[in-house]
Structures are given as structure tokens and as C-alpha cells.
């Protein structure tokens, strides 16, 4: 008979329930039971439902403000990202040889966009520059590239630790000093990375709008030296 009378207040309790939602205003009909509603709370104390509502705002509009914080800070970090990457193609536009355009690259990106390590394989000879640590001259065809051949073939840039035979190739004696890279393939030049010492600066999933623009602009500015 108890399990029966528990079932009936269960399904009395959904009824008013359905019915206090169907009818928001009810509570304004009758004051006197508005006030006298608790509400409990998870620390177990109970408080009035005018202050469980308030409560209930304030948690949203700090939840808000929040949010608006950090999409504020994300629209700062990419607008100078903008700017620096404009920067950049301006300044790969303005070179006179293709050596000026990889050291203008080079230069931005561990300038401009701090990177630790910079490094840029190009698949043709660059005069005057055999002394250059971060420039590595590579056939296309070259046996070492092969752990590029699939990053290559999709043009595609990658982010994140990269595996340790790609890193012997970009960063050689230094390689134990990278953490994590941004790896930019350039059809028809070479390949682009940018290493940091810091795990977490690359990670995989992170936008590449940016490093896409970057290697889209010194592929076009490397074009006006082609023999």
C-alpha cells in the first residue's frame, strides 16, 4: 500500500511539475506560496526561490562575461597575427632575389612570430647562402625528404611533436631542443618549419589559417625566380 501511495505523490509531483511549467505565471496569482518555496542548494542549505533565481543569473552572467573575456582576447591575438602576416607578404613582395625572399621568411618567422627554431628546405640552390644553419638545400626526389613524402603530396600544414626522423632531418644536432613544430609543405619550393621549445606552442587541431596565408605568400613571392 506504501509503494502504491509513494508511486501516486511521484506522479503528483510530475503534474505540478508539468503543470508549473505550462502556466510560468501561476506563482504571480499567489504570492504568499512564492515566498514560502525553498529551494536546496548543494552545500545543503535551502534559500528562497527569489534568491535561487538571482543566484542562478548571477552564475550565467558570469559564465558570460567570461566567455566575452576570452573572445576578446582571441580577436586581439588574431588581429596582430593579421597584421604580422600582412607585414610578411609585403615584405616577401618587396625582395629582388629568391635568397632575399627565404631571408626575409626566415627572419620574420623567428622574429615577428618567435620562433626558436626556423628552418626552410628549398628544393633548388640558393646563392650566397650555404652558410645559412636555418636553410636546408634538398632535391625534391632526395632520399632524406622521404618521412615528408605523405605531408608533401597533401600540402597540408601540420602541427604538434613531429616524429624524431622528421626532426633529425629539419633540426639535426638541435633536434632534442624541439618540442613541438608548425610544418609548412610549399608545392614547388620546399618545405617550412618552425620549431619551439615549448610543447604546447604547436599542437594538433589548432588553427592554420595563418601559416596557410604564410605559405601561400612565399610560394607566389618564390615564383618570380624561376628561370
Known sequence: MSELQDRQEKLGAHEVAAYLRRNPTFLKQFPDLALSLVVPRDDGRAASLASYQLEVLRDKNRELQRRLAELSAN????????????????????QRSYADTLRAMAASLAEDFNGDLVRIVSFRPV???????????????????QPFRDALREGEPLCGRLQAEKNAVLYGGRSDEVQSSALLPLAGVGLVAVGSRDPNRFYPGMGTLFLRMMGEALVVAAQRFDA
Open 75 to 94: 580577436a586581439q591575438v588574431n588581429e596582430r597575427l593579421a597584421v604580422r602576416t600582412h607585414q610578411l607578404t609585403l615584405s616577401l613582395m618587396r
Open 127 to 145: 646563392e650566397g647562402m650555404e652558410d645559412a644553419e636555418w636553410l636546408l638545400v634538398r632535391a625534391e626526389d632526395s632520399p632524406e625528404l
